[in-house]
């Protein structure tokens, strides 16, 4: 006797998950006209019975994705703006709806939700950056397909756009040493995204490698980024580092102005590199060299990442790294100490 075709089947044959088929053939919608045509035929081929809900054919299914993240990052208008501008555009690109909304620092503590989400009103969503582990995870509990940009973490299972972060700093710190510094100061808060505890990550990766011990006095793990902060670390220094690797612009930018402030020449006395390539590193004198962040690339490949999950929603989560790219600069320079 003939074995009956099933669902399964189909998916197993295209490569897909098997609710995608059944989206497909009930006629719902979060599959595209060309993978639903393609189902459709291979249905045909295999002898699948299904009723057809006869649905008018489509130049392009109206999807729609949300986008969120804290009013924090909207503020960053100089870093994560151009994530925004990326995703903007592509959605238009490709006829997806754009739903934007910030969330505020009431709705992060007490876990509301965008109307969008709670409603279900979006095929997808989009969270940029860090909020909150637990307000992740309930977006996430909504069933929604999301896809996370310049955030992880174990207890989130999401699909995400990263920086390889580690990689880059251990980069970063190689080009340091590479260049004759043997003390290196790191400075940043890594309690505050999980970026700069992998960017310290990498830094002390380097360090290990070259047989270069870790100084305790030259780490400034949790020095907020304010110039006072960083310009205190600095001066109470009995004995100033003379390679400098910081999270990001900002606390390059601080840091030079600090050193500068103390009588030292920048990269005559200390090299400084950051990271991101913002504004900051590049009107900063002299010129801070810096671990450049693809943002566009971001944004493009968050929202190509997300259509795939909508029609694959049961395929395993994926971390995406990017990695960054390092341009030279007056702000460091061979050390003439040792």
Not at 151 to 159: G, R
Not at 307 to 319: G, S, V
Request: proline share 4%; glycine share 6%; with cysteine.
């Amino acid at each position: 006797m003939k074995r009956k075709i099933t669902m399964q089947d189909i998916a197993d044959k295209l490569g897909i998950s098997k609710n995608s088929v059944s989206q497909a053939l009930s006629g719902k919608s979060g599959v595209s006209e060309e993978t639903r045509q393609l189902i459709e035929q291979t249905a045909k081929e295999l002898g699948y019975v299904y009723k057809s809900k006869n649905i008018p054919p489509k130049k392009e299914r109206n999807i729609c994705i949300g986008l969120i993240a804290t009013d924090f990052a909207f503020s960053l208008k100089a870093f994560f703006g151009e994530i925004f501008l990326a995703i903007e555009e592509s959605c238009m690109k490709n006829g997806i709806t754009l739903n934007i909304q910030s969330v505020s620092q009431e709705a992060k503590e007490k876990l509301i939700l965008p109307d969008f989400i709670r409603e279900k009103k979006v095929d997808g969503i989009i969270i940029v950056s860090h909020i909150r582990t637990e307000y992740i995870k309930k977006v996430i509990a909504t069933g929604i397909p999301t896809v996370l940009i310049d955030h992880h973490h174990p207890l989130i299972d999401a699909d995400a756009i990263l920086t390889n972060n580690r990689f880059a700093a251990y980069m970063a710190t190689k080009y340091l040493i590479d260049l004759g510094h043997k003390e290196i100061a790191f400075v940043g808060n890594i309690d505050f995204s999980p970026s700069y505890y992998e960017r310290m990550e990498g830094y002390l990766l380097a360090l290990r490698e070259e047989n270069i011990t870790p100084q305790k006095n030259f780490m400034f793990m949790n020095v907020i980024e304010e110039n006072k902060a960083v310009d205190i670390c600095i001066q109470s220094l009995e004995r100033v580092p003379t390679g400098w690797l910081c999270v990001n612009d900002g606390y390059g930018f601080m840091v030079c102005t600090s050193l500068k402030n103390r009588g030292l020449k920048i990269p005559n006395d200390a090299s400084v590199i950051n990271f991101d390539n913002g504004q900051l590193s590049q009107i900063s004198q002299p010129q801070i060299t810096t671990m450049a962040i693809h943002l566009n690339l971001y944004g493009k490949k968050a929202v190509e990442q997300l259509l795939w999950r909508i029609n694959n929603p049961n395929e395993p989560k994926q971390e995406i790294l990017f990695p960054a790219t390092l341009i030279k600069r007056e702000s460091t320079g061979k050390c003439s100490k040792y």
